[in-house]
């Protein structure tokens, strides 16, 4: 690394000549850069960690793991007092008896990511980040932690840069009000207890491309108009629902802005499609994204009776994709002769 191939701090270039000191000039600041983060950014000595190991990643940046963390005072010294500025990641695992972080928890310190694996985490708000740590921060993992039953909705929109956000594992129970503005692309909330989403909850999320919720307590009543309202200019939406409640689909005013390009609705208990809700849905898909767009309905339960004849000849049929009757018949091979004594 040619960090560690340079001395700090660097001599002065003073007694050369113009031409090359303007060119050294140029080199020193470069150098000067990568030895910020060559010299600054290693490990301190382990006995200095408290509950924490330290590695240097794959670019030979400092990254710590922390297990068995009982409240923060543990940690606080290492981002205060040990010189850190730069640290790839900090992962923050096994440590049910930390419940919370002070404002500032983390001082100063550049991050690239944060996780919070199996700990007794019951909310996280902005204040814990000073603007430093927020502004670098790519990744947000909270998982697997059984008392975080609250998602404050200001903290994502304090990450300005933040393109990965996982929160799930956990007990989210409800999505409420409004999300305030934030440019996250990817959000994984799965595996939780949500059982209801506000009006326009996701509207916020101007660059949401893919969100996935499978595993939770979804109903197709609870998915009331504009809770699944999306907004931005992005080409794609990736949208997951599988393993919910959804036994009627998804009604097609759930939907306040995009469409979702990809619907997953594998595993809901669907018995019929109903020509209402899914009709109009593969109206909508198939105007905005054609061929290319698709609803995933795997491992439901289609009794393709009478009711289902409306498929045979609706023009986005092939949307429908993997919706097999409980006969073995698959819907995409449907035909008037299947209907014949409706």
Same mark, same amino acid.
Request: overall charge negative.
């Given at each position: 690394?040619?960090?560690?191939?340079?001395?700090?701090?660097?001599?002065?270039?003073?007694?050369?000549?113009?031409?090359?000191?303007?060119?050294?000039?140029?080199?020193?600041?470069?150098?000067?850069?990568?030895?910020?983060?060559?010299?600054?950014?290693?490990?301190?000595?382990?006995?200095?960690?408290?509950?924490?190991?330290?590695?240097?990643?794959?670019?030979?940046?400092?990254? /710590?793991?922390?297990?068995? #963390?009982?409240?923060?005072?543990?940690?606080?010294?290492?981002? $205060?007092?040990?010189?850190?500025?730069?640290?790839?990641?900090?992962?923050?695992?096994?440590?049910?008896?930390?419940?919370?972080?002070?404002?500032?928890?983390?001082?100063?310190?550049?991050?690239?990511?944060?996780?919070?694996?199996?700990?007794?985490?019951?909310?996280?708000?902005?204040?814990?980040?000073?603007?430093? $740590?927020?502004?670098?921060?790519?990744?947000?993992?909270?998982?697997? +932690?059984?008392?975080?039953?609250?998602?404050?909705?200001?903290?994502?929109?304090?990450?300005?840069? /933040?393109?990965?956000?996982?929160?799930?594992? !956990?007990? /989210?129970?409800?999505?409420?009000? #409004?999300?305030?503005?934030?440019?996250?692309?990817?959000?994984?909330?799965?595996?939780?207890?949500?059982?209801?989403?506000?009006?326009?909850?996701?509207?916020?999320?101007?660059?949401?491309?893919?969100?996935?919720?499978?595993?939770?307590?979804? $109903?197709?009543?609870?998915?009331?108009?504009?809770?699944?309202?999306?907004?931005?200019?992005?080409?794609?939406?990736?949208?997951?629902?599988?393993? !919910?409640?959804?036994?009627?689909?998804?009604?097609?005013?759930?939907?306040?802005? %995009?469409?979702?390009?990809?619907?997953?609705?594998?595993?809901?208990?669907?018995?019929?499609? +109903?020509?209402?809700?899914?009709?109009?849905?593969?109206?909508?898909?198939?105007?905005?994204?054609?061929?290319?767009?698709?609803?995933?309905?795997?491992?439901?339960?289609?009794?393709?009776?009478?009711?289902?004849?409306?498929? #045979?000849?609706?023009?986005? %049929?092939?949307?429908?994709?993997?919706?097999?009757?409980?006969?073995? %018949?698959?819907?995409?091979?449907?035909? #008037?002769?299947?209907?014949?004594?409706?």
């Amino acid at each position: 690394m040619l960090g560690d191939m340079v001395e700090c701090p660097i001599n002065s270039f003073s007694d050369q000549p113009y031409l090359i000191m303007s060119r050294m000039t140029k080199l020193h600041h470069t150098l000067l850069v990568v030895c910020t983060v060559g010299c600054m950014a290693v490990c301190p000595p382990s006995e200095d960690l408290g509950p924490c190991q330290c590695h240097e990643d794959s670019n030979g940046i400092p990254a /710590l793991q922390c297990q068995d #963390v009982t409240g923060w005072e543990e940690m606080e010294s290492i981002f $205060t007092d040990l010189g850190l500025t730069y640290v790839s990641s900090v992962d923050i695992i096994s440590s049910p008896g930390l419940t919370d972080l002070p404002p500032l928890a983390f001082a100063d310190v550049k991050i690239d990511a944060i996780r919070f694996y199996n700990t007794g985490l019951i909310y996280l708000n902005k204040e814990v980040f000073s603007v430093v $740590t927020a502004s670098g921060l790519q990744s947000l993992y909270i998982k697997y +932690n059984s008392d975080f039953t609250t998602l404050e909705n200001d903290v994502l929109a304090f990450l300005p840069v /933040l393109e990965t956000f996982y929160c799930s594992h !956990n007990q /989210l129970g409800s999505l409420s009000s #409004v999300l305030e503005s934030t440019s996250v692309p990817y959000m994984d909330l799965g595996h939780n207890e949500i059982s209801s989403i506000s009006a326009n909850y996701f509207s916020g999320a101007q660059n949401l491309s893919q969100l996935l919720m499978p595993f939770n307590k979804l $109903t197709t009543e609870s998915l009331g108009p504009e809770s699944l309202t999306f907004s931005g200019n992005e080409e794609d939406m990736y949208l997951d629902l599988a393993w !919910n409640q959804l036994s009627e689909g998804v009604h097609p005013s759930a939907f306040g802005g %995009r469409m979702a390009k990809e619907l997953i609705l594998s595993h809901n208990n669907i018995t019929t499609l +109903n020509q209402e809700t899914f009709a109009a849905i593969l109206d909508q898909m198939f105007l905005e994204y054609g061929s290319d767009a698709y609803i995933l309905l795997d491992s439901n339960e289609l009794g393709c009776d009478c009711d289902m004849s409306w498929v #045979v000849s609706h023009t986005a %049929r092939g949307l429908l994709q993997q919706a097999e009757c409980t006969d073995g %018949r698959l819907v995409s091979g449907l035909t #008037v002769q299947d209907f014949q004594n409706c």
